[in-house]
């Protein structure tokens, strides 16, 4: 009794410490035995909440678009972005007014940092864009007040175009089973541009207002198609 | 737990969105076609007598009763091919007049949404009537913010 009795005690304490030191090898284990991750681990496809927010509620300008990516190795994000922006907008000053409705598209690649992969990212990233578009300007009380002529101007389809860059950084979680939800911040900078010699337009598309330099953000809910394709696959074979 | 930071970054992120605007307008929002007076000899010459510019379809004083000018900057129309301003010098006792037709074609020109609208032109030709002045001359054809002399009127040396 006595024997059997110090028998159970000592497997009761042997086991109170092997339990964490089993815990932390069987962890150790799943980080050592996790697969390398596939060369091409994944399609996404995602659309920027921001642009649409801002179309619904009248903001100044609206840029809205779909994106489309790879996953190489779980490190390397090759991305395409195609948007359609567009921009009505009246002076506070004066009554002129600008338009235009016009796309843009974007390639690039982003660099994930994260080691872990628990469906977090954290990204660095950088785009090449591009914009080819028309604009207007119409101003109703335009008039030559010496010559006492009140003509309205009213100008269509000047030409613009914009190359420029854009540095990103962002992060990015698993939602739910292939939803994504994620942000970034854009910082982006004119390459070069050409436009009409009347005037340089307010807002180029996909870039926000015209100027040098300016920046950006953007809210990505992305669907991660391999996933979703697999969990339907695997469903068809149970 | 992890999770729900990610998201609330995301929302902290969405909410701190803004920007701002600032209006950079021109310090020169007149656009004007500077004429400089020359006598025969092409020396800058001053008419002491008062002049005066009007211009024909307006009852507007484009220039009105200066002393001592040797350039004057003048407002063009926006949307004529023409213009034709007049000139009168007077004196105790006299009055001469000549008129200037300026050619031109005309192209609006934006700065910003809440900057004017301005009306630049490029002058294609110039005459006038043989009075007082004894010829006219384009110097630069671009009449746009402070862009420097447009126009020589050379005087005859006897109305000086």
């Not at chain 2, 701002?20 to 021109?26: G, K, N, Q, R």
Request: glycine content about 8%; aromatic content about 12%; charged content about 20%.
């Amino acid at each position: 009794m006595e024997r059997t009795s110090r028998f159970i005690c000592t497997l009761l304490l042997s086991s109170l410490i092997a339990i964490p030191a089993c815990a932390k090898t069987s962890k150790y284990r799943v980080e050592q035995e996790m697969p390398p991750a596939k060369v091409l681990n994944g399609l996404g496809v995602g659309v920027d909440m921001v642009g649409f927010g801002m179309m619904l509620t009248n903001a100044r300008f609206a840029n809205m678009e779909v994106n489309g990516r790879l996953n190489i190795l779980e490190k390397y994000f090759p991305v395409v972005e195609l948007g359609i922006g567009q921009c009505d907008r009246e002076g506070n000053e004066q009554a002129t007014k600008f338009h235009t409705r016009a796309p843009y598209f974007r390639v690039g690649g982003d660099y994930n940092l994260t080691k872990k992969r628990n469906g977090n990212r954290l990204f660095v990233g950088l785009r090449y864009a591009f914009s080819s578009f028309n604009y207007d300007y119409s101003n109703p009380d335009f008039g030559d007040v010496v010559y006492d002529d009140h003509t309205p101007l009213q100008i269509e389809d000047m030409d613009g175009k914009m190359h420029w860059l854009e540095i990103n950084v962002g992060v990015e979680t698993k939602l739910w089973s292939f939803v994504r939800l994620g942000w970034n911040l854009r910082y982006k900078a004119r390459l070069s541009n050409s436009f009409d010699e009347r005037g340089e337009p307010w807002y180029t598309p996909g870039f926000g207002k015209n100027g040098g330099t300016t920046w950006g953000g953007m809210v990505n809910v992305m669907f991660d198609l391999d996933s979703f394709i697999f969990k339907k696959n695997k469903k068809k074979n149970l | 737990m992890k999770r729900i930071k990610y998201i609330a970054t995301i929302v902290m992120a969405c909410l701190g969105f803004s920007s701002c605007d600032s209006v950079d307008c021109t310090l020169y929002n007149t656009v004007l076609c500077q004429m400089a007076f020359y006598d025969n000899n092409g020396l800058s010459v001053e008419i002491t007598d008062t002049l005066t510019v009007t211009a024909a379809g307006t009852d507007s004083i484009l220039y009105n009763k200066g002393l001592k000018t040797h350039s004057v900057g003048l407002p063009l129309s926006y949307h004529n091919d023409c213009d034709t301003l007049c000139l009168r010098i007077s004196g105790r006792g006299y009055e001469l007049k000549d008129i200037i037709y300026i050619s031109k074609t005309n192209r609006e020109h934006f700065e910003s949404l809440d900057c004017p609208v301005n009306m630049f032109h490029e002058i294609t030709g110039v005459s006038s009537t043989n009075n007082v002045i004894d010829s006219v001359r384009i110097t630069s054809p671009s009449v746009i913010y402070n862009n420097g002399e447009n126009i020589k009127i050379y005087l005859h040396t006897a109305a000086e």
